[in-house]
């Protein structure tokens, strides 16, 4: 009993431990995500160019370029991810008279904990230069 009065803050170690260890793996995981969103982020952006980039050829047709786009995410990151995708492609004429191909990808980035879902929103647009046949 005399021990228990003279340190009266036995045992504080740990519970600043798991206070300050929560806090610690809550940052470490939104650092991961903000990676995660950034790589998926370029990846799906990269891949809708070369959609459009393959579209734009002559005697390719621009529907093809949305199958490019999508086979070029799943290569690179999972088929699941290419899945929750939508991608769309069309036909533009930009004020200079140039015809582009453009393939606009949108859909979710999946967050390190499932539970939570889908919350980061993907919406990026890729653009090439039709070829003349």
């Known amino acids: 009993m005399a021990a228990e009065r003279r340190d009266p803050e036995r045992g504080g170690a740990v519970v600043d431990f798991v206070l300050v260890s929560v806090l610690v793996v809550v940052l470490l995981l939104a650092v991961l995500q903000v990676a995660v969103?950034?790589?998926?982020?370029?990846?799906?952006?990269?891949?809708?160019?070369?959609?459009?980039?393959?579209?734009?050829?002559?005697?390719?047709?621009?529907s093809a370029a949305t199958g490019r786009a999508l086979t070029a995410v799943?290569?690179?990151?999972?088929?699941?991810?290419?899945?929750?995708?939508?991608?769309?492609?069309?036909?533009?004429?930009d004020p200079t008279g140039l015809v582009l191909v453009t393939v606009r990808c949108?859909?979710?980035?999946?967050?390190?904990?499932?539970?939570?879902?889908d919350l980061l929103p993907l919406d990026v647009t890729g653009r090439a230069v039709e070829e003349a046949a």
């Not at 995708?85 to 069309?90: D, S």
């Open 74 to 93: 799943a290569q690179a990151t999972s088929t699941g991810t290419a899945e929750g995708l939508v991608c769309t492609a069309t036909e533009e004429v």
């Open 37 to 62: 969103y950034v790589h998926l982020r370029n990846v799906v952006t990269a891949s809708a160019q070369e959609g459009a980039r393959y579209a734009a050829n002559a005697d390719v047709p621009t």
């Open 106 to 117: 949108a859909g979710a980035v999946p967050t390190l904990l499932a539970g939570l879902g």
